[in-house]
Nanobody, 115 residues
Framework: QVQLVESGGGLVQPGGSLRLSCVAS????????MGWYRQAPGKQRELVAA???????NYADSVKGRFTISRDNSKKTVYLRMNSLKPEDTAVYYC?????????WGQGTQVTVSS
């Protein structure tokens, strides 16, 4: 099972940008579908963006045109570039890896969008 460590969260003003990173270890990174999820206080965890092993992507409607997911298999890393951030993007962001078998989750990184 792959282990995941996120980084890159923080406090940013509305309209600002952040890039989250998730580094994987212990698995064959290139075969995993990688995803970013988020969970705001009092809300369910939701999918933000995902990228398959072949590079196909999908996004939540709320982030289309603002967020970009990408992966670097040589670095075993998946990224989430977040532009034009809004207060409603505030949440803990989690990295996810899935293929056949149990999926893996990172510990999460806090993103706070506030002036």
């Amino acid at each position: 099972q792959v282990q995941l460590v996120e980084s890159g969260g923080g406090l940013v003003q509305p309209g600002g940008s952040l890039r989250l990173s998730c580094v994987a270890s212990g698995g064959i990174f290139s075969i995993y579908t990688m995803g970013w999820y988020r969970q705001a206080p009092g809300k369910q965890r939701e999918l933000v963006a995902a990228i398959t092993s072949s590079g196909s992507t999908n996004y939540a409607d709320s982030v289309k045109g603002r967020f970009t997911i990408s992966r670097d298999n040589s670095k075993k890393t998946v990224y989430l570039r977040m532009n034009s951030l809004k207060p409603e993007d505030t949440a803990v962001y989690y990295c996810n890896a899935r293929t056949v078998g149990p999926e893996s989750w990172g510990q999460g990184t806090q993103v706070t969008v506030s002036s």
